[in-house]
T-cell receptor, first 110, second 111 residues
Framework: EDQVTQSPEALRLQEGESSSLNCSYT??????LFWYRQDPGKGPEFLFT???AGEEKEKERLKATLTKKESFLHITAPKPEDSATYLC???????????FGTGTRLKVLA | DGGITQSPKYLFRKEGQNVTLSCEQN?????MYWYRQDPGQGLRLIYY???????QKGDIAEGYSVSREKKESFPLTVTSAQKNPTAFYLC??????????FGDGTRLSIL
Protein backbone atom coordinates (compact mmCIF):
# COMPACT_ATOMS: atom_id res chain seq x y z
CA GLU A 1 0.00 0.00 0.00
CA ASP A 2 1.26 3.47 -0.90
CA GLN A 3 2.16 5.42 2.23
CA VAL A 4 3.81 8.66 3.34
CA THR A 5 5.16 9.28 6.86
CA GLN A 6 6.47 12.64 8.03
CA SER A 7 8.62 13.32 11.07
CA PRO A 8 8.78 14.98 13.46
CA GLU A 9 5.13 15.91 13.99
CA ALA A 10 6.18 19.24 15.47
CA LEU A 11 9.45 21.15 15.66
CA ARG A 12 10.43 24.28 17.54
CA LEU A 13 13.58 26.10 16.47
CA GLN A 14 15.32 29.26 17.53
CA GLU A 15 15.81 31.79 14.76
CA GLY A 16 18.98 30.81 12.89
CA GLU A 17 18.95 27.20 14.12
CA SER A 18 19.09 24.97 11.03
CA SER A 19 17.28 21.61 10.91
CA SER A 20 15.70 19.04 8.60
CA LEU A 21 12.22 17.60 8.13
CA ASN A 22 11.80 14.01 6.97
CA CYS A 23 9.33 12.43 4.55
CA SER A 24 9.53 8.63 4.20
CA TYR A 25 7.49 6.99 1.46
CA THR A 26 6.56 3.66 -0.04
CA UNK A 27 4.97 3.86 -3.46
CA UNK A 28 4.66 1.74 -6.57
CA UNK A 29 6.66 3.59 -9.16
CA UNK A 30 7.19 7.14 -7.97
CA UNK A 31 5.93 9.69 -10.48
CA UNK A 32 6.75 12.67 -8.28
CA LEU A 33 7.29 13.84 -4.69
CA PHE A 34 5.93 17.25 -3.72
CA TRP A 35 6.57 19.60 -0.80
CA TYR A 36 4.02 22.20 0.28
CA ARG A 37 3.83 24.89 2.94
CA GLN A 38 0.48 25.50 4.66
CA ASP A 39 -0.33 28.51 6.82
CA PRO A 40 -3.28 28.39 9.27
CA GLY A 41 -6.64 28.74 7.53
CA LYS A 42 -5.08 28.64 4.06
CA GLY A 43 -4.62 26.08 1.31
CA PRO A 44 -1.22 24.43 0.80
CA GLU A 45 1.28 26.42 -1.23
CA PHE A 46 3.56 24.51 -3.58
CA LEU A 47 7.30 24.55 -2.81
CA PHE A 48 9.16 21.82 -4.72
CA THR A 49 8.76 18.81 -7.01
CA UNK A 50 11.34 16.01 -7.04
CA UNK A 51 11.18 13.24 -9.61
CA UNK A 52 14.21 10.97 -9.17
CA ALA A 53 16.68 9.87 -6.51
CA GLY A 54 19.61 12.25 -6.18
CA GLU A 55 17.62 15.27 -7.28
CA GLU A 56 17.85 18.47 -5.22
CA LYS A 57 15.88 21.73 -5.37
CA GLU A 58 16.62 24.96 -3.53
CA LYS A 59 14.70 28.14 -2.79
CA GLU A 60 15.88 30.79 -0.37
CA ARG A 61 16.41 29.06 3.00
CA LEU A 62 14.84 25.76 1.89
CA LYS A 63 16.46 22.81 0.15
CA ALA A 64 14.71 19.56 -0.76
CA THR A 65 16.50 16.28 -1.47
CA LEU A 66 15.29 12.86 -2.58
CA THR A 67 16.47 9.28 -2.16
CA LYS A 68 14.68 6.06 -3.14
CA LYS A 69 13.00 5.86 0.28
CA GLU A 70 12.78 9.37 1.68
CA SER A 71 12.98 13.08 1.13
CA PHE A 72 14.38 15.78 3.37
CA LEU A 73 13.45 19.42 3.58
CA HIS A 74 16.46 21.27 4.98
CA ILE A 75 15.87 24.67 6.54
CA THR A 76 18.96 26.83 6.86
CA ALA A 77 19.01 29.73 9.33
CA PRO A 78 15.22 29.87 9.64
CA LYS A 79 13.29 33.03 10.41
CA PRO A 80 9.97 33.39 12.29
CA GLU A 81 8.15 33.80 8.95
CA ASP A 82 9.13 30.23 8.08
CA SER A 83 6.71 29.03 10.77
CA ALA A 84 4.05 26.89 9.08
CA THR A 85 3.01 23.28 8.51
CA TYR A 86 5.08 21.55 5.85
CA LEU A 87 3.34 18.79 3.89
CA CYS A 88 4.86 16.07 1.73
CA UNK A 89 2.92 14.18 -0.97
CA UNK A 90 3.71 11.51 -3.55
CA UNK A 91 2.06 10.45 -6.75
CA UNK A 92 2.47 6.90 -8.01
CA UNK A 93 2.84 6.09 -11.66
CA UNK A 94 -0.38 5.27 -13.47
CA UNK A 95 -2.66 7.11 -11.05
CA UNK A 96 -4.07 10.58 -10.59
CA UNK A 97 -4.13 10.21 -6.80
CA UNK A 98 -1.74 12.00 -4.47
CA UNK A 99 -0.90 10.54 -1.06
CA PHE A 100 -0.22 13.10 1.69
CA GLY A 101 1.67 12.81 4.94
CA THR A 102 0.24 14.35 8.12
CA GLY A 103 2.75 17.20 8.02
CA THR A 104 5.36 18.76 10.29
CA ARG A 105 4.32 21.85 12.28
CA LEU A 106 7.32 24.16 12.41
CA LYS A 107 7.59 27.03 14.86
CA VAL A 108 10.57 29.38 14.62
CA LEU A 109 11.10 31.57 17.67
CA ALA A 110 12.64 35.03 17.45
CA ASP B 1 -4.22 35.52 -12.67
CA GLY B 2 -4.86 31.78 -12.90
CA GLY B 3 -5.94 29.94 -9.83
CA ILE B 4 -8.58 28.09 -7.87
CA THR B 5 -11.49 29.82 -6.19
CA GLN B 6 -13.42 28.18 -3.38
CA SER B 7 -16.59 29.61 -1.92
CA PRO B 8 -17.88 30.31 0.57
CA LYS B 9 -15.00 30.71 3.01
CA TYR B 10 -17.23 29.78 5.94
CA LEU B 11 -20.39 27.65 5.84
CA PHE B 12 -22.84 26.52 8.49
CA ARG B 13 -25.04 23.46 8.17
CA LYS B 14 -28.23 22.65 10.04
CA GLU B 15 -29.21 19.12 10.97
CA GLY B 16 -30.66 17.22 8.01
CA GLN B 17 -29.50 19.79 5.51
CA ASN B 18 -27.41 19.29 2.37
CA VAL B 19 -24.86 22.00 1.57
CA THR B 20 -22.78 22.56 -1.55
CA LEU B 21 -19.21 23.87 -1.66
CA SER B 22 -18.07 25.58 -4.84
CA CYS B 23 -14.72 25.10 -6.59
CA GLU B 24 -13.76 26.84 -9.83
CA GLN B 25 -10.40 26.78 -11.65
CA ASN B 26 -9.08 28.72 -14.64
CA UNK B 27 -5.80 26.82 -14.97
CA UNK B 28 -7.09 24.53 -17.75
CA UNK B 29 -6.28 21.50 -15.61
CA UNK B 30 -7.98 18.19 -16.42
CA UNK B 31 -7.90 16.75 -12.90
CA MET B 32 -9.69 18.16 -9.86
CA TYR B 33 -9.81 16.96 -6.25
CA TRP B 34 -11.64 17.41 -2.97
CA TYR B 35 -9.89 16.86 0.36
CA ARG B 36 -10.98 17.03 3.95
CA GLN B 37 -8.56 18.26 6.61
CA ASP B 38 -9.17 17.75 10.33
CA PRO B 39 -7.00 19.27 13.08
CA GLY B 40 -3.67 17.48 13.40
CA GLN B 41 -4.40 15.26 10.41
CA GLY B 42 -3.24 15.21 6.85
CA LEU B 43 -5.37 15.68 3.76
CA ARG B 44 -7.85 12.88 3.15
CA LEU B 45 -9.19 12.41 -0.38
CA ILE B 46 -12.98 12.57 -0.77
CA TYR B 47 -13.46 12.50 -4.56
CA TYR B 48 -11.40 13.20 -7.64
CA UNK B 49 -12.11 13.70 -11.32
CA UNK B 50 -9.69 13.09 -14.17
CA UNK B 51 -11.96 14.38 -16.89
CA UNK B 52 -15.32 16.03 -17.45
CA UNK B 53 -18.34 13.81 -16.68
CA UNK B 54 -16.20 11.29 -14.82
CA UNK B 55 -15.18 11.07 -11.15
CA GLN B 56 -13.96 8.47 -8.67
CA LYS B 57 -14.42 7.94 -4.95
CA GLY B 58 -11.50 8.65 -2.71
CA ASP B 59 -10.81 7.23 0.72
CA ILE B 60 -13.70 8.89 2.57
CA ALA B 61 -16.51 9.39 0.00
CA GLU B 62 -19.43 8.27 2.19
CA GLY B 63 -21.86 11.13 2.84
CA TYR B 64 -20.50 13.27 -0.01
CA SER B 65 -21.38 13.69 -3.69
CA VAL B 66 -19.81 15.56 -6.62
CA SER B 67 -20.45 16.46 -10.24
CA ARG B 68 -18.12 17.45 -13.10
CA GLU B 69 -20.24 18.96 -15.84
CA LYS B 70 -17.62 21.54 -16.86
CA LYS B 71 -13.84 21.37 -16.91
CA GLU B 72 -13.63 24.48 -14.73
CA SER B 73 -16.04 23.43 -11.98
CA PHE B 74 -16.13 20.61 -9.41
CA PRO B 75 -18.76 21.27 -6.70
CA LEU B 76 -18.94 19.12 -3.58
CA THR B 77 -22.22 18.41 -1.77
CA VAL B 78 -22.06 17.44 1.88
CA THR B 79 -25.24 15.44 2.46
CA SER B 80 -27.19 14.87 5.66
CA ALA B 81 -25.76 11.33 5.65
CA GLN B 82 -22.34 12.75 6.61
CA LYS B 83 -22.65 12.65 10.40
CA ASN B 84 -19.43 14.47 11.22
CA PRO B 85 -19.05 17.17 8.56
CA THR B 86 -17.22 19.78 10.62
CA ALA B 87 -13.85 20.19 8.89
CA PHE B 88 -11.74 22.31 6.55
CA TYR B 89 -12.42 21.39 2.91
CA LEU B 90 -9.80 21.93 0.23
CA CYS B 91 -10.19 21.79 -3.55
CA UNK B 92 -7.21 21.23 -5.85
CA UNK B 93 -6.43 20.81 -9.52
CA UNK B 94 -3.45 19.51 -11.45
CA UNK B 95 -1.99 18.08 -14.61
CA UNK B 96 -0.78 14.46 -14.40
CA UNK B 97 2.62 14.28 -12.69
CA UNK B 98 2.56 17.95 -11.80
CA UNK B 99 2.06 19.59 -8.40
CA UNK B 100 -1.47 20.32 -7.28
CA UNK B 101 -2.76 23.87 -6.98
CA PHE B 102 -5.04 24.47 -4.03
CA GLY B 103 -7.80 26.89 -3.20
CA ASP B 104 -7.98 28.65 0.16
CA GLY B 105 -10.54 26.27 1.58
CA THR B 106 -14.04 26.29 3.03
CA ARG B 107 -14.56 25.82 6.75
CA LEU B 108 -17.80 23.95 7.44
CA SER B 109 -19.42 23.96 10.86
CA ILE B 110 -22.61 22.56 12.34
CA LEU B 111 -25.27 24.88 13.78
Amino acid sequence: EDQVTQSPEALRLQEGESSSLNCSYTVSGLRGLFWYRQDPGKGPEFLFTLYSAGEEKEKERLKATLTKKESFLHITAPKPEDSATYLCAVQAGGTYKYIFGTGTRLKVLA
Amino acid sequence: DGGITQSPKYLFRKEGQNVTLSCEQNLNHDAMYWYRQDPGQGLRLIYYSQIVNDFQKGDIAEGYSVSREKKESFPLTVTSAQKNPTAFYLCASSRQGQPQHFGDGTRLSIL
